[in-house]
C-alpha cells in the first residue's frame, strides 16, 4: 500500500455510530494517548532532518535517529525476517492487530471488521514506509550526497503524513468502538 493508498479517505470504510457514556470515551483516548507518543518520535526525526539541512548536524546521525525509533526498533524484531503472518511496525500495531481487533472482530460487526481489515493493510503499508525510509538514512550514512538527503526527505515525509493520517482514522473509527464494547487500551 502506497502512501498515497494510505491516506486516501475516500477508499476508507467508515464505522458505525456508537452513542457512548464519557467513561466508556476514556478508551478512544487511551487510543489517542499512546499514538502522540509516536508522533513524537517522527517529530523528533523531522527536527534532526531540519537541522542536518541547516547544517546543524551531520547526515550520519540520521540513521541511528531512524532505527532508534520505537516502531523501527519493533520492525527490526517483528518484522518480515520472521515471516510472521501478521506483521505490524511497531509493537503498538502488534497489539492492535493481535488483541484489539480481534475483540472488536468478535462483536460480527461487519462496518467496524471493514474498517478492522483496512487499517491493518494500513499497517503493512506503513512497515515498508519505514523499511524504505530506514534504508534511505543508511545510505546517506555511507555518503551524505544532497540526492540522498533529498531521498531520506522524501521518505521521512510520505510516512509522517501516511502515519498522522492512519492515526487520525483508527482513532475516529475504532476509538468508540473500544469504549462502545468496553476494550481496555
Known amino acids: 500500500m502506497t502512501p498515497d493508498e494510505i491516506e486516501d479517505a475516500a477508499a476508507r470504510p467508515r464505522a458505525p455510530e456508537f452513542t457512548l457514556t464519557p467513561f466508556q470515551e476514556?478508551?478512544?483516548?487511551?487510543?489517542?494517548?499512546?499514538?502522540?507518543?509516536?508522533?513524537?518520535?517522527?517529530?523528533?526525526?523531522?527536527?534532526?532532518?531540519?537541522?542536518?539541512?541547516?547544517?546543524?548536524?551531520?547526515?550520519?546521525?540520521?540513521?541511528?535517529?531512524?532505527?532508534?525509533m520505537p516502531m523501527a526498533r519493533n520492525l527490526a524484531l517483528f518484522g518480515t525476517a520472521c515471516g510472521q503472518q501478521c506483521r505490524a511496525i511497531t509493537t503498538h500495531h502488534q497489539i492492535e492487530d493481535l488483541h484489539l481487533y480481534p475483540a472488536l472482530e468478535q462483536h460480527e460487526n461487519p462496518g467496524l471488521n471493514a474498517v478492522l481489515a483496512r487499517l491493518r493493510a494500513e499497517h503493512r503499508g506503513l512497515e515498508a514506509l519505514i523499511e524504505t525510509l530506514a534504508a534511505a538514512a543508511d545510505a546517506l550514512a555511507e555518503n551524505p550526497a544532497p540526492a540522498r538527503f533529498d531521498a531520506c526527505a522524501a521518505g521521512f515525509a510520505a510516512l509522517d503524513r501516511a502515519v498522522r493520517s492512519h492515526f487520525r482514522y483508527e482513532e475516529d473509527e475504532i476509538g468508540p468502538a473500544l469504549g462502545y464494547y468496553e476494550i481496555r487500551v
Do not use: F
Not at 494517548?33 to 537541522?51: E, K, P, Q
Open 26 to 68: 476514556l478508551n478512544g483516548k487511551g487510543l489517542a494517548a499512546i499514538h502522540r507518543w509516536y508522533l513524537r518520535d517522527l517529530s523528533a526525526v523531522g527536527a534532526l532532518m531540519g537541522d542536518i539541512r541547516a547544517g546543524l548536524a551531520q547526515p550520519g546521525e540520521l540513521a541511528p535517529a531512524v532505527r532508534g
